[in-house]
């Protein structure tokens, strides 16, 4: 049988209390006797009267119990440990209960289900528990997004680092390669330098040559000279008279008729007796 009643806590708040009550007739002939269930002989139809006489019976009996206990308890007592209490006193009460032996029905079982305060009551004590549970909701809202944060932070961290360190690779490769092509280009230079000195070398050793050479070859001109001039300082005019035709001759042209006067035969017969003639001789 469900059991529905109010009570009023210590501190002046309604509360329902919803119960299931497990009964039995243990004594029939005296349930007959207090209880209506006639059953009307014509049509075998039973009346209602005596089950909702039972259920007045337990209900104020359960109500009246649970009001005392629950009259000493303040609502928030009640929610938490209303139930338990409720429930033992009920299960401890109602099968001893005079009036209901008296009545020919025994109690086997009590459930208490809910003692609940009125519904605005109830949301206004619910409201603490949902904004708990919402601020809990928002902080694992927020520390996730926090630690989103925190992760896309770490990997643009590491973004930057490689690019910090690729930075720095490219730059030590950039040293490299300048320091790569300024041996070269001083290997290069010494070795022009010294391919340089050597080409001068080269040329001041061939210009040497050269000028000894040259020098060697006016030496043996000029001793030629000298001798070729004893030789006509030695000779006579005659002598180098013929040696100056011979000489002029190979650059004059041909010549084809030549005319002779006698003066200049009378002339260069003169020198070339002058030149036969011994020495002494007139």
């Known amino acids: ?69 629950l009259a000493t308890m303040s609502l928030d ?36 289900l809910a003692v609940r305060p009125e519904k605005d009551v109830e949301r206004a004590l619910q409201t603490p528990a949902r904004e708990h549970v919402q601020a809990e909701a928002d902080r694992a809202t927020y520390e996730r997004r926090a630690l989103a944060v925190e992760r896309e932070r770490a990997i643009a961290e590491n973004e930057l680092a490689s690019k910090i360190e690729l930075a720095t690779r490219r730059e030590r490769l950039v040293a490299q390669e ?18 340089t000195r050597s080409d001068a070398e080269r040329s001041r ?21 000298r001798v070729r001039m004893e030789v006509y300082r030695e000779a006579g005019q005659g002598t180098l008279v013929a040696l100056a035709l011979r000489d002029a001759a190979r650059s004059l042209p041909d010549v084809e008729h030549l005319t002779v006067t006698p003066d200049l035969l009378t002339g260069a017969l003169g020198s070339l007796v002058a030149a036969t003639r011994p020495a002494g001789e007139a």
């Open 77 to 112: 007592e009640s929610m938490t440990a209303g139930v338990p209490r409720v429930r033992t006193l009920l299960t401890d009460v109602l099968p001893a209960d005079p009036r209901l032996t008296a009545t020919g029905l025994t109690v086997i079982g009590v459930q208490v």
């Open 178 to 195: 300048g320091a790569n092509a300024r041996r070269e280009a001083e290997e290069q230079a010494a070795a022009a330098l010294v391919e």
């Open 1 to 69: 049988m469900p059991v529905f009643f109010h009570a009023t806590t210590a501190d002046h708040q309604d509360v329902t209390v919803q119960a299931n009550v497990t009964y039995r007739f243990t004594d029939p002939v005296t349930a007959s006797q207090r209880l209506d269930f006639a059953v009307d002989p014509h049509d075998g139809a039973t009346s209602t009267s005596g089950r909702d006489q039972v259920t007045t019976i337990v209900g104020q009996l359960a109500q009246s119990r649970a009001a005392v206990v």
């Open 205 to 225: 050793l061939t210009s040497e040559a050269q000028a000894e050479s040259v020098r060697t070859v006016g030496e043996a001109e000029a001793a030629a000279e």
